[in-house]
């Protein structure tokens, strides 16, 4: 079955960074659309970053272009997600998810990102 399992989450300062990774199984990753989702506490879930299958395609929130970077190691079965220069308001649980026609279909449970002095 489908499984995707995040890692990278913790407690970092304003301004420092931290590497989201999503390891996935269960299907045929290298095919796949990946996606890094968000929920900012009372706020509603939100795409943050997404990659075509081979790589070539990319898209950002616009609150995170030019500071994070998603990237995917299709011999690992590996998304990750580079977050540099992190502000408090993007404190939120992290989501890996594999897109399908554009829309998430599988979800990890997610990894806890605190920006805070």
């Known amino acids: 079955q489908v499984q995707l399992v995040e890692s990278g989450g913790g407690l970092v300062q304003p301004g420092g960074s931290l590497r989201l990774s999503c390891a996935a199984s269960g299907f045929t990753f290298s095919t796949a659309l990946m996606m890094w989702y968000r929920q900012r506490p009372g706020k509603e879930r939100e795409l943050v970053a997404q990659?075509?299958?081979?790589?070539?395609?990319?898209r950002y929130a616009d609150s995170v272009k030019g500071r994070f970077t998603i990237s995917r190691d299709n011999v690992k079965n590996t998304v990750y997600l580079q977050m540099n220069s992190l502000k408090p308001e993007d404190t939120a649980v992290y989501y890996c998810?594999?897109?399908?026609?554009?829309?998430?279909?599988?979800w990890g449970l997610g990894t806890q990102v605190t920006v805070s002095s």
């Open positions: 998810a594999r897109g399908r026609w554009g829309l998430p279909d599988y």
């Open positions: 990659m075509s299958s081979a790589g070539g395609l990319t």
